[in-house]
Protein backbone atom coordinates (compact mmCIF):
# COMPACT_ATOMS: atom_id res chain seq x y z
CA UNK A 1 0.00 0.00 0.00
CA UNK A 2 1.07 3.32 -0.93
CA UNK A 3 2.02 6.22 1.40
CA UNK A 4 -0.71 8.52 -0.25
CA UNK A 5 -3.02 5.90 -0.08
CA UNK A 6 -2.45 4.68 3.65
CA UNK A 7 -2.81 8.65 4.38
CA UNK A 8 -5.86 9.04 2.46
CA UNK A 9 -7.57 6.24 4.42
CA UNK A 10 -6.44 7.33 7.43
CA UNK A 11 -7.93 10.75 6.84
CA UNK A 12 -11.26 9.43 5.82
CA UNK A 13 -11.81 6.68 9.02
CA UNK A 14 -11.05 10.07 11.33
CA UNK A 15 -13.67 11.80 8.75
CA UNK A 16 -16.44 9.85 9.17
CA UNK A 17 -16.12 9.82 13.04
CA UNK A 18 -17.34 13.28 12.62
CA UNK A 19 -18.92 12.92 9.53
CA UNK A 20 -22.71 14.29 10.30
CA UNK A 21 -23.82 15.52 6.16
CA UNK A 22 -25.60 12.32 5.67
CA UNK A 23 -29.28 14.17 5.48
CA UNK A 24 -28.10 16.60 2.85
CA UNK A 25 -30.36 17.19 0.00
CA UNK A 26 -28.85 16.36 -3.48
CA UNK A 27 -29.61 19.57 -5.35
CA UNK A 28 -26.86 22.31 -4.22
CA UNK A 29 -28.85 24.90 -1.48
CA UNK A 30 -27.73 27.91 -2.61
CA UNK A 31 -28.24 26.84 -6.33
CA UNK A 32 -25.31 27.91 -8.01
CA UNK A 33 -22.01 25.83 -9.33
CA UNK A 34 -18.42 26.67 -10.20
CA UNK A 35 -16.50 25.23 -13.27
CA UNK A 36 -12.80 25.81 -12.31
CA UNK A 37 -9.52 24.40 -12.29
CA UNK A 38 -7.94 21.50 -10.99
CA UNK A 39 -5.15 23.35 -9.50
CA UNK A 40 -4.32 21.88 -6.01
CA UNK A 41 -3.71 25.32 -5.18
CA UNK A 42 -7.28 26.59 -5.57
CA UNK A 43 -9.88 25.74 -2.66
CA UNK A 44 -13.47 26.83 -4.24
CA UNK A 45 -15.22 26.07 -0.65
CA UNK A 46 -12.40 28.74 0.76
CA UNK A 47 -12.30 31.13 -1.97
CA UNK A 48 -16.65 31.12 -2.45
CA UNK A 49 -17.84 30.57 1.29
CA UNK A 50 -19.12 27.02 0.53
CA UNK A 51 -19.94 24.72 2.92
CA UNK A 52 -20.54 20.74 1.82
CA UNK A 53 -23.82 21.05 -0.19
CA UNK A 54 -23.83 24.54 -0.99
CA UNK A 55 -23.20 24.44 -4.92
CA UNK A 56 -21.50 22.21 -7.45
CA UNK A 57 -18.01 22.35 -8.50
CA UNK A 58 -16.93 21.21 -11.48
CA UNK A 59 -13.27 20.93 -12.14
CA UNK A 60 -10.76 20.27 -15.05
CA UNK A 61 -7.30 20.99 -15.96
CA UNK A 62 -7.76 25.07 -16.92
CA UNK A 63 -11.68 25.48 -15.71
CA UNK A 64 -12.46 24.87 -19.51
CA UNK A 65 -15.91 24.64 -20.93
CA UNK A 66 -15.36 21.52 -22.60
CA UNK A 67 -17.92 19.34 -23.81
CA UNK A 68 -17.88 17.41 -20.55
CA UNK A 69 -18.26 20.74 -18.61
CA UNK A 70 -20.94 22.02 -20.21
CA UNK A 71 -22.42 18.39 -19.74
CA UNK A 72 -22.00 18.67 -15.77
CA UNK A 73 -23.33 22.03 -15.84
CA UNK A 74 -26.61 21.33 -18.08
CA UNK A 75 -27.27 18.50 -15.37
CA UNK A 76 -27.04 20.68 -12.50
CA UNK A 77 -29.63 23.20 -13.58
CA UNK A 78 -31.88 20.44 -15.62
CA UNK A 79 -32.38 17.78 -12.56
CA UNK A 80 -30.94 19.82 -9.12
CA UNK A 81 -32.06 23.24 -9.90
CA UNK A 82 -28.98 25.80 -10.03
CA UNK A 83 -29.94 29.27 -11.05
CA UNK A 84 -26.02 30.89 -11.54
CA UNK A 85 -22.80 29.92 -12.69
CA UNK A 86 -19.14 31.09 -12.49
CA UNK A 87 -16.67 30.72 -14.53
CA UNK A 88 -12.88 30.91 -12.97
CA UNK A 89 -9.66 30.69 -14.08
CA UNK A 90 -6.69 31.42 -12.45
CA UNK A 91 -3.67 32.93 -12.55
CA UNK A 92 -0.09 31.00 -13.02
CA UNK A 93 -2.15 28.50 -14.65
CA UNK A 94 -0.02 25.25 -16.26
CA UNK A 95 -2.42 25.81 -18.66
CA UNK A 96 -0.58 28.57 -20.15
CA UNK A 97 2.72 26.66 -20.46
CA UNK A 98 2.45 24.56 -23.49
CA UNK A 99 0.38 24.78 -26.98
CA UNK A 100 -1.49 21.69 -28.32
CA UNK A 101 1.38 20.77 -30.41
CA UNK A 102 3.81 20.90 -27.72
CA UNK A 103 1.57 17.94 -25.40
CA UNK A 104 0.93 16.16 -28.93
CA UNK A 105 4.54 15.87 -29.09
CA UNK A 106 5.50 15.01 -25.71
CA UNK A 107 3.19 12.33 -26.07
CA UNK A 108 4.35 11.14 -29.16
CA UNK A 109 7.80 10.57 -27.98
CA UNK A 110 6.64 8.49 -24.59
CA UNK A 111 4.19 8.34 -22.03
CA UNK A 112 6.88 9.18 -18.81
CA UNK A 113 5.99 12.59 -16.97
CA UNK A 114 7.66 15.25 -18.56
CA UNK A 115 9.64 18.14 -16.93
CA UNK A 116 9.29 21.75 -17.36
CA UNK A 117 12.55 25.17 -16.97
CA UNK A 118 13.25 28.42 -18.78
CA UNK A 119 13.85 26.16 -21.63
CA UNK A 120 10.31 24.55 -21.67
CA UNK A 121 8.75 21.15 -21.70
CA UNK A 122 11.30 18.37 -22.15
CA UNK A 123 10.40 14.49 -22.41
CA UNK A 124 12.53 11.96 -20.86
CA UNK A 125 11.35 8.57 -21.57
CA UNK A 126 13.14 6.34 -24.50
CA UNK A 127 10.16 5.40 -25.74
CA UNK A 128 6.50 4.14 -25.71
CA UNK A 129 4.85 7.34 -26.94
CA UNK A 130 1.30 7.10 -28.47
CA UNK A 131 -0.05 9.18 -31.79
CA UNK A 132 -3.53 9.47 -29.54
CA UNK A 133 -2.84 12.80 -28.26
CA UNK A 134 -3.28 14.33 -31.74
CA UNK A 135 -6.66 13.84 -31.72
CA UNK A 136 -7.49 15.63 -28.67
CA UNK A 137 -8.33 19.53 -27.91
CA UNK A 138 -6.17 20.39 -24.75
CA UNK A 139 -7.80 23.62 -24.89
CA UNK A 140 -4.69 25.38 -23.56
CA UNK A 141 -4.80 28.94 -22.69
CA UNK A 142 -2.48 31.72 -24.28
CA UNK A 143 -4.19 34.72 -23.11
CA UNK A 144 -5.83 34.26 -19.20
CA UNK A 145 -9.07 36.89 -19.63
CA UNK A 146 -9.44 36.12 -22.95
CA UNK A 147 -10.03 32.15 -22.02
CA UNK A 148 -12.48 33.13 -19.46
CA UNK A 149 -14.44 35.33 -21.83
CA UNK A 150 -14.31 32.55 -24.81
CA UNK A 151 -15.45 29.89 -21.92
CA UNK A 152 -18.57 32.01 -21.02
CA UNK A 153 -19.43 32.70 -24.95
CA UNK A 154 -19.41 29.14 -25.53
CA UNK A 155 -21.39 28.45 -22.31
CA UNK A 156 -23.77 31.20 -23.49
CA UNK A 157 -23.84 30.25 -26.74
CA UNK A 158 -24.93 26.19 -26.47
CA UNK A 159 -27.67 25.46 -27.29
CA UNK A 160 -28.94 23.45 -24.23
CA UNK A 161 -28.20 26.22 -21.98
CA UNK A 162 -31.68 28.67 -21.31
CA UNK A 163 -30.81 32.09 -21.33
CA UNK A 164 -31.84 32.92 -18.08
CA UNK A 165 -29.01 31.52 -16.18
CA UNK A 166 -26.55 34.19 -16.03
CA UNK A 167 -22.91 33.14 -16.54
CA UNK A 168 -20.42 35.01 -14.65
CA UNK A 169 -16.12 35.06 -15.31
CA UNK A 170 -13.59 35.76 -12.40
CA UNK A 171 -10.31 35.26 -12.70
CA UNK A 172 -8.66 33.81 -8.69
CA UNK A 173 -5.12 35.26 -7.82
CA UNK A 174 -2.93 32.56 -6.69
CA UNK A 175 -1.31 35.10 -5.00
CA UNK A 176 -3.64 37.04 -3.13
CA UNK A 177 -6.75 34.65 -3.08
CA UNK A 178 -8.90 37.31 -4.49
CA UNK A 179 -11.37 36.84 -7.58
CA UNK A 180 -11.04 39.41 -10.18
CA UNK A 181 -14.30 39.73 -12.60
CA UNK A 182 -13.54 40.08 -16.45
CA UNK A 183 -15.91 42.59 -17.16
CA UNK A 184 -16.11 41.12 -20.91
CA UNK A 185 -16.87 37.79 -19.08
CA UNK A 186 -19.68 38.94 -17.38
CA UNK A 187 -21.29 40.70 -19.67
CA UNK A 188 -21.17 38.26 -22.70
CA UNK A 189 -23.16 35.84 -19.76
CA UNK A 190 -25.71 38.32 -18.26
CA UNK A 191 -28.83 36.58 -18.33
CA UNK A 192 -31.54 37.08 -21.35
CA UNK A 193 -35.14 36.50 -20.31
CA UNK A 194 -36.90 35.86 -17.10
CA UNK A 195 -35.02 33.85 -14.13
Partial sequence: MSKVL???LSANRKYVKEFDKGDLAMPPARAFAILTCMDARLDPAKYAGLSEGDAHVIRNAGG???????RS?????????????FVIHHTDCGMETFTDDIMRDLLGSSLETSTVDADGWHDHGKRGGSAEGKYIDW???????ESVVED??????????PGRIPVYGYIYDVKSGKLIEVPAATKAGAAKGKR
Fill in 6 to 8: KEV
Fill in 64 to 70: RASDDAI
Fill in 73 to 85: LVISYKLLGTREW
Fill in 139 to 145: LTISDLA
Fill in 152 to 161: VKRIRGHPLV
